[in-house]
């Protein structure tokens, strides 16, 4: 079949994305031959083998997946990466920008059976996001939404759901939500990685620049509106965490949320040695071009890391992360390395001391604490860095919210050798309890429930 593209992707139902060329003739190859006619549905489900719930899932990702550069995507790779081996996966992946053939044939190689569509909107540049803001900037929805809505993934969409080509769709972050239809006739899941309300008004409420600070207010008001109504448009919500949860249903008490956490690849973060206090490194991990690190390297350089180096003159910070803002590269100095893009930043976890976690604005969960603490490195963070995640303070890291408190425990870790192994040991297990195999579980089994909940045959 012809793979989407821009012009003419093809929104026939028999055109399944999952059909086999040369099927060996067992009963999973039985299914997947079904699976290219959607008609065959009652077939496809008197065939399924006994405790078997095999589902064929669309995954509708705003902007390219690859590469797994930042937390949410992460999250959504490796979630990916786990259902595809018991279920049907199809990725719909659509970006903006330069058409790019190696993304396309390279995230069809990591995930078979994906599909892509480039919009050819404005991407990138710090000015072509102006002038896309300003186009936008009359729209009911908020920016971070509307610049993620397109025509033809909104027809593609509509046609797949309209035939119920798939057994449940995931609409993966509320950018992507307007590209689906309002009556949604498949069951399907919004998959919230953050409260993306209370992201927007907390950076409104620590920017300093007065123009930026109206334009977080603006965004903070249009995205409590558009969350709240999405959030009761879609038939389940997946949060990552129940203070997540509890902050959504607070918006809507009548919406089904469920959280499943954030998990960690322990194959790749394995427990490393501990590392030497001499000259100590410590270490920030992050995309460096998101406003919440940016401040928080930014407070981190300016009112804790010089208390830091007062006690250890020798220590040297690194912020290790891709695509530092200029704000951030000015940040340098020779006791401060700003890394940028790595080819990996486990080398860097290996090699630290501590790793800190500053940030003073934030949503959804923290996935490079789990990473830290699978590598089984002390962790030293602020109550919102933290937030979400199944820790508790002064047991598997140090939670510290002003400046003086939060380098008073680095220092401390940095003198106690013994009290830092504690921290490192008890991280460590902690990290070992959420590999992503068993959070993708977690999560196929809420689709399932979705599925039940919704099916129109039950209904």
């Given at each position: 079949?012809?793979?989407?593209?821009?012009?003419?992707?093809?929104?026939?139902?028999?055109?399944?994305?999952?059909?086999?060329?040369?099927?060996?003739?067992?009963?999973?190859?039985?299914?997947?031959?079904?699976?290219?006619?959607?008609a065959?549905?009652?077939?496809?489900?008197?065939?399924?083998?006994a405790g078997?719930?095999?589902?064929?899932?669309?995954?509708?990702?705003?902007?390219?997946?690859?590469?797994?550069?930042?937390?949410?995507?992460i999250?959504?790779?490796?979630?990916?990466?786990?259902?595809?081996?018991?279920?049907?996966?199809?990725?719909?992946?659509?970006?903006?920008?330069?058409?790019?053939?190696?993304?396309?044939?390279?995230?069809?190689?990591?995930?078979?059976?994906?599909?892509?569509?480039?919009?050819?909107?404005?991407?990138?540049?710090?000015?072509?996001?102006?002038l896309?803001?300003v186009?936008?900037?009359?729209?009911?929805?908020?920016?971070?939404?509307?610049?993620?809505?397109?025509?033809?993934v909104?027809?593609?969409?509509?046609?797949?759901?309209?035939?119920?080509?798939?057994?449940?769709?995931?609409?993966?972050?509320?950018?992507?939500?307007?590209?689906?239809?309002?009556?949604?006739?498949?069951?399907?899941?919004?998959?919230?990685?953050?409260?993306?309300?209370?992201l927007?008004?907390?950076?409104?409420?620590?920017?300093?620049?007065?123009?930026?600070?109206?334009?977080?207010?603006?965004e903070?008001?249009?995205?409590?509106?558009?969350?709240?109504?999405?959030?009761?448009r879609?038939?389940?919500?997946?949060?990552v965490?129940?203070?997540?949860?509890?902050?959504?249903?607070?918006?809507?008490?009548s919406c089904t949320?469920?959280?499943?956490?954030t998990?960690?690849?322990?194959e790749?973060?394995?427990?490393?040695?501990?590392a030497?206090?001499?000259?100590?490194?410590?270490?920030?991990?992050?995309?460096?071009?998101?406003?919440?690190?940016?401040?928080?390297?930014?407070?981190?350089?300016?009112?804790?890391?010089?208390?830091?180096?007062?006690?250890?003159?020798?220590a040297?910070?690194?912020?290790?992360?891709?695509?530092?803002?200029?704000?951030?590269?000015?940040?340098?100095?020779?006791?401060?390395?700003?890394?940028?893009?790595?080819?990996?930043?486990?080398?860097?976890?290996?090699?630290?001391?501590?790793?800190?976690?500053?940030?003073?604005?934030?949503?959804?969960?923290?996935?490079?604490i789990?990473?830290?603490?699978?590598?089984?490195?002390?962790?030293i963070?602020?109550?919102?860095?933290a937030?979400?995640?199944?820790?508790?303070?002064?047991?598997?890291?140090?939670?510290?919210?002003?400046?003086?408190?939060?380098?008073?425990?680095?220092?401390l870790?940095?003198?106690?050798?013994?009290?830092?192994?504690?921290?490192?040991?008890a991280?460590?297990?902690?990290?070992?309890?959420?590999?992503?195999?068993?959070?993708?579980?977690?999560?196929?089994?809420?689709?399932?429930s979705?599925?039940?909940a919704?099916d129109?045959?039950?209904?």
């Amino acid at each position: 079949m012809t793979r989407p593209h821009r012009a003419g992707i093809s929104a026939n139902p028999a055109e399944a994305p999952n059909c086999p060329s040369v099927p060996a003739f067992h009963a999973a190859a039985v299914l997947d031959m079904i699976d290219c006619f959607p008609a065959l549905g009652a077939v496809r489900k008197k065939l399924q083998p006994a405790g078997e719930s095999r589902l064929r899932i669309l995954w509708v990702k705003a902007g390219k997946l690859l590469p797994v550069d930042t937390g949410g995507k992460i999250r959504s790779y490796n979630i990916l990466r786990h259902l595809a081996r018991g279920h049907a996966v199809t990725l719909l992946s659509y970006y903006g920008g330069r058409k790019d053939p190696a993304y396309e044939t390279e995230i069809r190689r990591e995930l078979p059976g994906a599909e892509t569509i480039h919009t050819a909107a404005l991407d990138g540049s710090a000015l072509a996001q102006s002038l896309d803001y300003v186009r936008l900037v009359f729209h009911s929805a908020p920016f971070a939404v509307t610049k993620f809505t397109d025509r033809e993934v909104k027809r593609v969409v509509a046609s797949w759901i309209a035939a119920r080509k798939f057994d449940v769709g995931v609409c993966d972050f509320l950018s992507a939500s307007l590209n689906f239809p309002a009556t949604l006739a498949t069951p399907t899941v919004l998959f919230q990685h953050n409260v993306e309300t209370a992201l927007w008004q907390r950076m409104a409420a620590t920017e300093p620049n007065p123009a930026k600070r109206m334009t977080y207010k603006i965004e903070a008001y249009k995205m409590a509106k558009h969350e709240r109504a999405t959030l009761r448009r879609f038939h389940h919500v997946i949060a990552v965490s129940e203070h997540d949860r509890q902050q959504m249903l607070a918006m809507d008490p009548s919406c089904t949320i469920t959280v499943v956490p954030t998990g960690v690849d322990t194959e790749k973060y394995t427990v490393a040695s501990p590392a030497t206090a001499d000259p100590p490194r410590i270490v920030f991990l992050g995309s460096m071009d998101w406003e919440p690190n940016i401040d928080a390297v930014t407070y981190f350089c300016r009112d804790i890391f010089p208390q830091v180096r007062a006690a250890f003159p020798s220590a040297i910070f690194q912020i290790v992360g891709r695509k530092p803002h200029p704000s951030v590269r000015q940040l340098a100095s020779d006791f401060i390395e700003v890394t940028g893009t790595v080819p990996s930043v486990a080398e860097y976890l290996r090699d630290a001391t501590l790793v800190v976690v500053p940030l003073r604005v934030g949503g959804g969960t923290r996935l490079k604490i789990f990473e830290a603490m699978a590598t089984g490195k002390a962790v030293i963070s602020t109550s919102v860095g933290a937030e979400g995640l199944d820790v508790e303070n002064g047991r598997d890291l140090i939670q510290a919210d002003d400046a003086a408190a939060f380098a008073d425990a680095i220092i401390l870790l940095l003198r106690d050798t013994a009290l830092r192994h504690q921290y490192e040991q008890a991280a460590a297990r902690l990290a070992a309890r959420y590999d992503w195999s068993n959070i993708a579980q977690q999560f196929a089994a809420v689709l399932q429930s979705a599925c039940c909940a919704t099916d129109p045959a039950q209904s």
